[in-house]
């Protein structure tokens, strides 16, 4: 394929991308993440990922996006606005923003598999895979190398001009394409906000989580009865993920709310005070929450943390 051709399918794919209501597009060559296996490799071996088996399996999937798809040349790396416009109430246990609306998995899987239909109507046979945040590939790293921001203090990706409250998704595919230059700049400096506002001190050195500390982790991924007693107090009052590393971020200053429909804050999200979380049922639950990214811990483990809160209220 000539420069000027693959310079026109790029162009093309950026176009339905911020159609499709992608904030920004870039492009990777796909290639094996050396560097990243070995600080994969490094993370795991402390033990950060607690009890998140999954993220010790497929590691050479992790790691090399043509194992994933054969035969790919070009990783695709596009990010998806979610912050909103709305407030939680100060009565409220804290849920975090990305799971406010609908579960964005539904939501963006939609728009990957229109994106690759269009690539294929305009350009021809192209094979192609899409992922959002549930499959082995490490989505931070392929932002960075498509030229879309940088890794913060928290382990969050940074663009210069939206911050960091957005989705990442990928697109591999086997179609040739003009790699965009990576993003080769830190602009933290000596800022170190997030490390020192993390209520459980997860975030152990710049750029590095441990996981097993993280009130995401505690509040969704621990699978166990109970929260840890000695953690309650820790938790801040969030009942669902934490946001705080993002919230006192100062680029996060340049968040703008999101203009996605899906994405519309769930109402009891916004206004139940703990006292009424505690009165939810089961049924009610699974009716209010059927589409929402909080129904990953199921009432039965929400009704956990709302306890934690409770004890931590005591």
Not at 211 to 236: F, N, R, V
Request: proline share 6%; glycine share 8%; with cysteine.
């Amino acid at each position: 394929m000539s420069s000027t051709a693959a310079e026109y399918n790029k162009q093309l794919i950026r176009a339905e991308a911020e159609r499709l209501g992608f904030m920004a597009c870039g492009v990777a060559a796909a290639v094996q993440l050396d560097d990243d296996a070995r600080r994969l490799e490094q993370w795991l071996h402390k033990g950060y990922q607690g009890t998140m088996q999954y993220m010790e399996r497929h590691f050479d999937l992790r790691t090399d996006p043509r194992k994933l798809v054969p035969g790919a040349r070009s990783v695709i790396t596009l990010l998806m606005n979610y912050f909103p416009g709305e407030q939680q109430a100060p009565e409220a246990p804290g849920v975090a923003k990305y799971a406010w609306g609908t579960d964005y998995h539904y939501v963006i899987r939609e728009k990957l598999n229109e994106l690759l239909a269009t690539i294929q109507t305009h350009i021809g046979a192209v094979e192609g895979r899409g992922f959002v945040d549930s499959a082995p590939v490490l989505e931070r790293s392929w932002a960075v190398r498509s030229g879309l921001g940088w890794v913060g203090k928290n382990g969050n990706l940074l663009n210069r001009h939206a911050g960091s409250f957005f989705f990442i998704a990928t697109l591999i595919t086997d179609l040739d394409l003009p790699a965009d230059p990576p993003f080769s700049t830190d602009h933290c400096g000596t800022c170190t906000q997030c490390i020192d506002a993390c209520p459980t001190d997860a975030l152990v050195s710049p750029t590095v989580v441990d996981g097993s500390k993280c009130i995401s982790y505690l509040t969704i991924e621990l699978k166990d009865a109970l929260i840890p007693q000695d953690m309650h107090s820790s938790l801040d009052g969030w009942m669902f993920g934490c946001d705080v590393c993002q919230d006192v971020c100062p680029w996060n200053r340049f968040s703008k709310p999101h203009t996605e429909p899906h994405f519309t804050p769930i109402p009891q999200i916004l206004n139940l005070s703990l006292g009424e979380w505690e009165q939810m049922t089961e049924a009610g639950f699974n009716e209010i929450f059927r589409k929402s990214p909080m129904k990953r811990s199921k009432w039965k483990g929400i009704m956990r943390n709302v306890g934690a809160l409770r004890s931590a209220d005591k």
